[in-house]
């Protein structure tokens, strides 16, 4: 009021008055204009970020809806390839089954490959993979065959009975399957070639092979056709017939040769260790320098094996009787042998002991 009062009739203040208040009213004009642009910004800012949200999620549902038809569209395509995978098993099975032996040895080629194409095709679905072990395994069964075994009461009743009783008892087929002609051995021969691994190889393909019960008498897994020696390591030989094969320096580690027929068969340098020969047929077997490191070889029958060399390193549930019916075992390793140093460990003092009893059980059998 004082100030009014002083210079309210001032005309001068009058105007710095009045431009005072137009620099006011400017300015909250101002204000209102950036409020008003802020406010649409902030509108706009959102509708942009909702359309943008938008857009990816019918991006995100269109791409669901790709993956979906891509996946439908590719079991399609599965479920072809298995009927095709099929459809060959069957056009095969004619051949195989033929009564002329050209037939025969041809569908073992044709099988093999119908073997590794489960496996190719295997890598690159689920789907198939799924099937393949089963597929192959029937494969393996239909190229080699399987040979008849006897059931846990017809092996209680050979038991209990003279060997001629027994193998007039057993099934005419275990008796005459080693009756390969030259053609078949040579044809399946190649066909093991192409289908099992060396030793060295490193791919990543499943070796456990399912083999039991099957005929592989005479047939060649050895150096012949893999230098290395052919890997057969945790393979499932339960019962199989390997009668005269030749296994030289095959791997055989950890695999199960329960109850298998290896009489005759040629096991130098083979790697056993660890390997279940719990009943398995050894009669007349070459075991010279072979690994049977901590190998199971409970009621395996040794007779006329040859153990020159073997390393027999706490080699499980073995007795004297059964290394008496040996030959050479004098010369059995019985220190630790290490493959990777190329080096004998500590040896294996009680092993040692059942050699030298054996050695006097045998002395007992020349005096009498």
């Known amino acids: 009021?004082?100030?009014?009062?002083?210079?309210?009739?001032?005309?001068?203040?009058?105007?710095?008055?009045?431009?005072?208040?137009?620099?006011?009213?400017?300015?909250?004009?101002?204000?209102?204009?950036?409020?008003?642009?802020?406010?649409?910004?902030?509108?706009?800012?959102?509708?942009?970020?909702?359309?943008?949200?938008?857009?990816?999620?019918?991006?995100?549902?269109?791409?669901?809806?790709?993956?979906?038809?891509?996946?439908?569209?590719?079991?399609?395509?599965?479920?072809?390839?298995?009927?095709?995978?099929?459809?060959?098993?069957?056009?095969?099975?004619?051949?195989?089954?033929?009564?002329?032996?050209?037939?025969?040895?041809?569908?073992?080629?044709?099988?093999?490959?119908?073997?590794?194409?489960?496996?190719?095709?295997?890598?690159?679905?689920?789907?198939?993979d799924a099937q393949r072990k089963v597929q192959q395994k029937n494969?393996?069964?239909?190229?080699?065959?399987?040979?008849?075994?006897?059931?846990?009461?017809?092996?209680?009743?050979?038991?209990?009975?003279?060997?001629?009783?027994q193998s007039s008892f057993l099934p005419k087929k275990?008796?005459?399957?080693?009756?390969?002609?030259?053609?078949?051995?040579?044809?399946?021969?190649?066909?093991?070639?192409?289908?099992?691994?060396?030793?060295?190889?490193?791919d990543e393909d499943d070796k456990s092979f399912d083999l039991q019960y099957a005929d592989l008498s005479r047939l060649t897994f050895g150096e012949v056709f893999f230098p290395e020696g052919s890997n057969l390591s945790h393979a499932d030989l339960t019962g199989a017939h390997l009668e005269f094969a030749n296994l030289q320096e095959a791997h055989l580690e950890f695999a199960n040769l329960q109850d298998a027929h290896l009489d005759f068969a040629n096991l130098q340098d083979a790697h056993l260790?660890?390997?279940?020969l719990q009943e398995a047929h050894l009669q007349g077997t070459n075991l010279q320098e072979a690994n049977l490191q901590e190998a199971n070889l409970q009621e395996a029958n040794l007779e006329g094996a040859n153990l020159q060399n073997a390393k027999l390193y706490k080699a499980k549930e073995l007795t004297a009787e059964q290394l008496a019916k040996a030959q050479r075992i004098e010369s059995a390793e019985t220190r630790a042998w290490h493959r990777w140093a190329y080096k004998r460990g500590k040896e294996d003092q009680a092993l040692k002991n059942l050699i030298q009893e054996a050695l006097e059980i045998q002395k007992k059998y020349k005096n009498i």
Request: charged share 30%; proline share 1%.
């Open 174 to 202: 275990v008796k005459e399957h080693v009756k390969r002609s030259f053609l078949e051995i040579t044809t399946l021969n190649s066909v093991i070639a192409d289908i099992f691994p060396n030793a060295n190889d490193t």
């Open 1 to 128: 009021m004082l100030i009014w009062a002083t210079y309210g009739g001032d005309e001068q203040w009058r105007d710095v008055r009045s431009e005072i208040i137009t620099g006011f009213t400017g300015l909250v004009a101002a204000v209102g204009v950036l409020a008003t642009v802020s406010v649409n910004y902030k509108n706009h800012e959102e509708n942009r970020i909702s359309q943008a949200e938008n857009v990816e999620k019918q991006l995100e549902e269109q791409r669901k809806l790709r993956e979906q038809q891509y996946v439908t569209e590719q079991e399609r395509r599965d479920g072809e390839t298995i009927k095709d995978l099929n459809e060959r098993l069957h056009a095969i099975l004619k051949n195989r089954h033929s009564t002329d032996e050209n037939m025969r040895a041809s569908s073992y080629f044709q099988l093999a490959g119908l073997y590794k194409d489960w496996g190719l095709l295997g890598k690159n679905s689920e789907i198939i």
């Open 273 to 276: 260790d660890f390997a279940n």
């Open 139 to 165: 494969i393996l069964k239909l190229i080699f065959g399987t040979v008849p075994h006897e059931n846990a009461e017809t092996k209680k009743y050979t038991q209990k009975n003279s060997a001629q009783v």
